[in-house]
């Protein structure tokens, strides 16, 4: 049943019952009954506000690409539309958190500054990007981010650089009730042709170990300190094991794939079953690095009905 919200909550941008299949990047999931989309930050600002006065929960969403929902969802979800700007000032280069990631780390190297080679495979947003400080090979976002900006659960504006305990290994303290609006990036002026080669064999590495050509979420698990959650589930023997069209990928362990008409249920089903299989044979309990969704539960750490 739908709950009236209030007057200036609707007066931000908002669609009705978009499938989330067509915001995240495995394709399934439900109906977002109510999707805010504020084209400025005053408008984000506006959303926090008025569901903080109102006690209302509300989820952020970014590019999708690391999100499982289970069913439809009531709650209002906030998916900044900024306009895409890029701002660069010497070496340091700011811009929205609705911005496409790739395209960032694009710009950047088209831009011959060095940094953010990392960040070239890796999809969805920035915002969501540097709200799990996201990273490959070797480097992540907390290498570069000199200053961000973003709302507090009461919808207050900060600005600030990163301290320590902000950010660590696929998480920052913005992951409870913040949303990140900018942030920037200080770079290193480099040699074009050399950023570029770099940016290809990193590309040239993901296209080999992963299944980049089939709807996926990325690493489904976090790496155990020391360890290799893909290794971890590979030497358990679980490539290729289904559930309907969800699949563990048999190019790369820790990814699951939608073979094409997968369902939300089936991913979190085989999330959970990859998970106790793990626990079973090598003893290492797996935290999930994929968020999953319910109406009545926002986590990482999940139970089926
Ligand atoms: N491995 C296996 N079997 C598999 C997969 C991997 O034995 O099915 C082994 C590899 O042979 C390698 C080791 O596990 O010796 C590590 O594998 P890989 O180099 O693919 O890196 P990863 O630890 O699985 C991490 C990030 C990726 C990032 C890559 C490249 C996490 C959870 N994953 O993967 O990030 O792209 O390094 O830097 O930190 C993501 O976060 O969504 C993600 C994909």
């Keep these: ?10 007066k931000v941008p ?13 394709g399934v999931g439900g109906l977002c009954h109510w999707l805010f989309e504020p084209t400025t930050e005053g408008e984000a600002q506006s959303f926090v506000r008025a569901c903080s006065r109102e006690g209302l929960p509300w989820r952020v969403l970014g590019g ?16 900044l539309a900024l306009p895409k700007v890029v701002y660069r000032e010497g070496n340091r280069f700011t811009a929205p958190a609705s911005h496409g990631h790739i395209a960032l780390a694009e710009a950047a190297a088209a831009a011959g500054l060095s940094g953010l080679e990392f960040a070239s495979g890796i999809p969805g947003t920035l915002g969501g990007a540097i709200r799990m400080n996201a990273g490959a090979y070797g480097r992540e976002w907390i290498d570069v981010l000199v200053r961000f900006r973003f709302l507090t659960p ?17 998480w920052s303290f913005l992951t409870t009730g913040r949303v990140i609006l900018a942030a920037t990036a200080d770079l290193v002026p480099g040699d074009p042709a050399r950023i570029q080669a770099q940016v290809a064999e990193y590309r040239e590495k993901r296209g080999t170990s992963q299944p980049l050509s089939k709807r996926n979420a990325g690493c489904i698990f976090k790496n ?27 190019e790369h ?4 794939v939608n073979r094409g008409k997968a369902t939300a249920s ?14 079973e044979i090598h003893g290492v309990a797996l935290v999930p690095e ?13 139970s089926l009905q």
């Design 64 to 79: 999708g690409s690391n999100l499982v929902v289970l069913g439809d969802l009531e709650t209002p979800v906030l998916r």
């Design 266 to 279: 089936e991913f979190a089903e085989l999330m959970e079953r990859v998970r106790l299989k793990v626990l």
């Design 224 to 250: 155990p300190p020391g360890q290799s959650a893909g290794r971890l589930i590979d030497q358990a023997g679980l490539k290729g094991l289904r559930i309907g069209d969800a699949e563990v990928s048999p």
């Design 253 to 256: 362990a820790n990814f699951l």
């Design 154 to 170: 009461e919808g207050d504006l900060v600005e600030k650089a990163p301290e320590p305990g902000e950010f660590s290994y696929r």
């Design 1 to 10: 049943m739908s709950r009236r919200l209030p007057d200036d909550l609707l």
């Design 14 to 26: 908002h669609r009705r019952d978009v499938s989330f299949a067509r915001l995240t990047t495995l």
């Design 290 to 302: 994929v968020e999953i969704w319910h109406e009545s539960f926002q986590s990482s750490v999940f």
